[in-house]
Structures are given as structure tokens and as C-alpha cells.
């Protein structure tokens, strides 16, 4: 039984790019979520999406936005690229909205140089 | 909203002895709280985790206390081994759709 999987694992861009990020929950999973884990810190709540609408949204620009499709997998764009946003990006699945327990993918590596 | 709060940030431990990390949290309302293992360039594990009709749950050397009166809980691990050497985080819920984070504790299993 597959679990959640992020591609690409690592990749590099510049300052301006964009990026997009994608994901595959766990079989069965409705929910997916976003998080931003900068080095040193804890993961930082971006996006969930529960049946491919977004049910929340944490304290990150509009430069960020992601979509949920009828498959439930899931992509997160980010515009604009800041050096600040060099950070390991988290997709989480759970089986449904409401505070259950969320399983995490490998992550994409993104550094912005 | 949610504020979660975590002690220590590091902790070093004689390997075989027991370490204890603290969290507090402030949303009364909050009903689940897991705890995460994450091993250096990899992605959080999530080890134990505890809803608020129990006050205790175990796993072989791991247990987790939760004292809702207090607003705090914690992870416990007993007979700790160098593989335990990680960074440990706790988290609680923020209305229906995230987690939020303890800032982490880096534990060290000295051999």
C-alpha cells in the first residue's frame, strides 16, 4: 500500500521562478494538506484541501495557491520565487477534514538561489 | 487560535536513561495531539499520538501523558537508544483543518 508521494524530491530555481510542487495521497484519502518546513523550525500550515476544495489557508502571500483534483491528488504553485521560500515543502494526507491523523510524504527540497 | 509551546529545545540524555518532552497548549477545545519523530533530511514520523478521553497511552518504550486541566502533555521514552537521537515535535489542532507545532526538541542519546 503506497504512501503519500511528492515529486520532485529536490530541485533548484531562481529568483522570479516559479515552482510547482505535486502530490499523491495514500489510497482512500480525501484531504490533502500543504506545509512549509523551513529549516530548523516546525512544518508551517499553507493549504487543506478536503474534495477538491480548499477548507483552509494559513499565513502565507498570494504567491502560493494549490488545487485539488478529482483523483485527490494535489499541486502547490508557488510564484514569484523569494529566497525566503528555500524550504523543505510537506504534503500531508488523512482520510477525511476534521483532525484526524495526517500522514507525511518525503517532501520537495526546494532551494531558490 | 492555537499557540503550542515546547520544552526543551535540545535535551541530552545518558543512553538508557528515560527523556521527558513538555508541550502546552492554549485551544481548550482541542481533542487530538500526536507527536512526531523527524530524522535528519527526512520528513516528520509520526510516532504516538493521544485524544482527550485518555490521559495515558503507551507503545513498547514510548508514552505519551495529557492533563487537560493543565492544558499540557507530554512524551515519554524510556530506555532510550541512539537510534532515538532525533528531533521530536508536538502538535495540536486549529479548527477543523490544521496542526499547530512546537517549535521542536533536539534529543541526544550520549553513548
Known amino acids: 500500500d503506497a504512501g503519500v508521494t511528492q515529486s520532485p524530491t529536490h530541485l533548484i530555481k531562481t529568483r522570479g521562478q516559479h515552482v510547482t510542487l505535486r502530490c499523491s495521497p495514500i489510497?482512500?484519502?480525501?484531504?490533502v494538506s500543504w506545509y512549509q518546513q523551513v529549516l530548523g523550525q516546525g512544518p508551517q500550515f499553507i493549504f487543506q484541501y478536503y474534495e477538491k476544495e480548499e477548507r483552509g489557508r494559513g499565513n502565507f502571500p498570494d504567491r502560493f495557491s494549490a488545487r485539488q483534483f478529482p483523483n485527490y491528488s494535489s499541486e502547490l504553485n508557488v510564484n514569484a520565487l523569494l529566497l525566503g521560500d528555500s524550504a523543505l515543502y510537506l504534503c500531508?494526507?488523512?482520510?477525511?477534514?476534521?483532525?484526524?491523523?495526517?500522514?507525511f510524504g518525503e517532501g520537495s527540497w526546494l532551494t531558490v538561489v | 487560535g492555537e499557540n503550542v509551546e515546547q520544552h526543551p529545545s535540545t535535551l541530552s540524555v545518558q543512553e538508557g536513561d528515560s527523556a521527558v518532552i513538555k508541550c502546552t497548549y492554549s485551544d481548550s477545545a482541542s481533542n487530538y495531539f500526536p507527536w512526531y519523530k523527524q530524522e535528519l533530511g527526512k520528513r516528520p514520523q509520526l510516532i504516538i499520538d493521544i485524544r482527550s478521553n485518555v490521559g495515558e497511552k503507551k507503545d513498547q518504550r514510548i508514552a505519551v501523558t495529557l492533563n487537560k486541566t493543565a492544558k499540557h502533555f507530554s512524551l515519554h521514552i524510556t530506555e532510550t537508544q541512539p537510534e532515538d537521537s532525533a528531533v521530536y515535535f508536538c502538535a495540536a489542532p486549529h479548527s477543523n483543518y490544521q496542526l499547530i507545532w512546537g517549535a521542536g526538541t533536539k534529543l541526544i542519546i550520549k553513548p
Open positions: 500531508a494526507s488523512s482520510l477525511a477534514q476534521n483532525r484526524n491523523t495526517i500522514y
Open positions: 489510497s482512500g484519502h480525501k484531504s
